[in-house]
């Protein structure tokens, strides 16, 4: 079918069909234009030209981690010299350096230590309570929910609801990279498997506790690969309603195993990109939000893809060392920059919650 009837199809309000999502992702040239645009019209019908953003703040507790993925450049062994974990005296400084910036989300985002357990977790919980009562806490993957469940000998949803009752306010999608367990097996062994991410984010949908999706492409993953990732999201969401955005993670290469050894030579092109944010506006019909990350993309990226079906540039973050040491750029935007892009753009910028609720 060629490039312009499916997207026709899909502005008539068909639901993309796999097969045609995977020919719009080897879209090129002009085709590769109209698919951009018309996930740009997709975007502004569904909410208008508002771009947002969260202040929140990144703190990386640990780098030690059990699984060591071949596109992390992040994860220590801990007999390794650079290794190292906060004690809670330099959490608790963190986490006053985010309350002082009036932040409203404080993400945790670690390595999976070997030898947490869901006490551990619990204790990062009240901590972050202690200095930040009412701030949105946005942490912990399924990777992570499944590990505490292992090492504590209980069941995802006693590990879901004890973190909800000690003040867990939403879940981090990721872990996902690609759900498909072919791909995982080179990229992430050691992690989850596709079936028990999603188990674990639907007990996490159920108990009330909502999460983002994210995708992390640009390994070794096909387009099929891609599409099939997105029909477990959008399922998901069909059934749940409790994914908050999709969050879009490209493969930051210069630093990590899959390129050091040659598995994944080269990192990807800007057509891939757009292409990936356009096609999950349209695949995702069931989402309102899609997210980018601009320490990942860069500045001038960013603002293309907001004209690609993107309507959320992510948060202010002040730290993203997982990325830096992936061999991306240690910067984070900061709400003036946005303001400047955004208008250049003729749209208008607006701060928001974890949940998507507009801060006048």
């Known amino acids: 079918m060629k490039i312009a009837t499916i997207l026709a199809d899909v502005r008539d309000g068909n639901r993309l069909k796999p097969e045609d999502a995977v020919q719009l992702l080897h879209a090129r040239g002009r085709d590769a234009l109209a698919v951009y645009a018309t996930a740009d019209a997709v975007r502004e019908e569904k909410v208008g030209d508002i771009v947002t953003f969260v202040r929140n703040y990144n703190i990386h507790v640990t780098n030690m981690c059990k699984n060591l993925c071949g596109f992390c450049g992040f994860g220590r062994?801990?007999?390794?010299?650079?290794?190292y974990i906060f004690t809670p005296e330099q959490i608790k400084a963190q986490l006053t350096a985010a309350k002082n910036r009036q932040v409203t989300e404080v993400c945790l985002l670690s390595g999976v230590h070997p030898e947490y357990n869901l006490?551990?977790?619990?204790?990062?919980?009240?901590?972050?309570?202690?200095?930040?009562?009412?701030?949105?806490?946005?942490?912990?993957?399924?990777?992570?929910?499944?590990?505490?469940?292992?090492?504590?000998?209980?069941?995802?949803?006693?590990?879901?609801?004890?973190?909800?009752?000690?003040?867990?306010?939403?879940?981090q999608g990721t872990a996902a990279e690609?759900?498909?367990?072919?791909?995982?097996?080179?990229?992430?062994?050691?992690?989850?498997?596709?079936?028990?991410?999603?188990?674990?984010?639907?007990?996490?949908?159920?108990?009330?506790?909502?999460?983002?999706?994210?995708?992390?492409?640009?390994?070794?993953?096909?387009?099929?690969?891609?599409?099939?990732?997105?029909?477990?999201?959008?399922?998901?969401?069909?059934?749940?309603?409790?994914?908050?955005?999709?969050?879009?993670?490209?493969?930051?290469?210069?630093?990590?195993?899959?390129?050091?050894?040659?598995?994944?030579?080269?990192?990807?092109?800007?057509?891939?990109?757009?292409?990936?944010?356009?096609?999950?506006?349209?695949?995702?019909?069931?989402?309102?939000?899609?997210?980018?990350?601009?320490?990942?993309?860069?500045?001038?990226?960013?603002?293309?893809?907001?004209?690609?079906?993107?309507?959320?540039?992510?948060?202010?973050?002040?730290?993203?060392?997982?990325?830096?040491?992936?061999?991306g750029v240690a910067w984070c935007m900061e709400p003036e920059e946005m303001e400047y892009i955004v208008h250049d753009l003729g749209r208008t910028l607006k701060e928001r919650t974890t949940l998507y609720e507009i801060i006048a």
């Open 77 to 83: 062994r801990a007999i390794d010299q650079d290794a």
């Open 178 to 327: 690609i759900l498909v367990d072919s791909v995982r097996s080179v990229i992430c062994p050691s992690k989850v498997s596709s079936q028990q991410w999603e188990d674990v984010i639907r007990t996490a949908h159920g108990e009330g506790i909502r999460s983002s999706a994210t995708i992390m492409h640009g390994t070794v993953e096909t387009a099929k690969d891609r599409v099939t990732h997105l029909e477990i999201l959008r399922r998901i969401q069909d059934d749940t309603g409790g994914f908050t955005e999709m969050v879009h993670l490209p493969f930051i290469h210069q630093h990590t195993p899959l390129h050091t050894k040659g598995i994944v030579p080269f990192g990807l092109t800007a057509s891939e990109d757009l292409l990936m944010t356009a096609v999950s506006r349209l695949f995702l019909d069931n989402f309102d939000h899609i997210q980018i990350s601009p320490p990942k993309l860069g500045a001038k990226m960013a603002q293309v893809a907001l004209c690609a079906g993107a309507d959320d540039l992510s948060g202010t973050m002040y730290q993203d060392a997982v990325t830096e040491d992936a061999g």
């Open 119 to 171: 006490d551990d977790y619990l204790e990062l919980l009240h901590i972050c309570r202690e200095v930040l009562p009412d701030v949105n806490i946005h942490a912990f993957s399924p990777d992570e929910i499944n590990w505490a469940a292992t090492q504590s000998k209980v069941s995802h949803r006693d590990v879901l609801i004890a973190m909800r009752d000690a003040g867990l306010t939403s879940m």
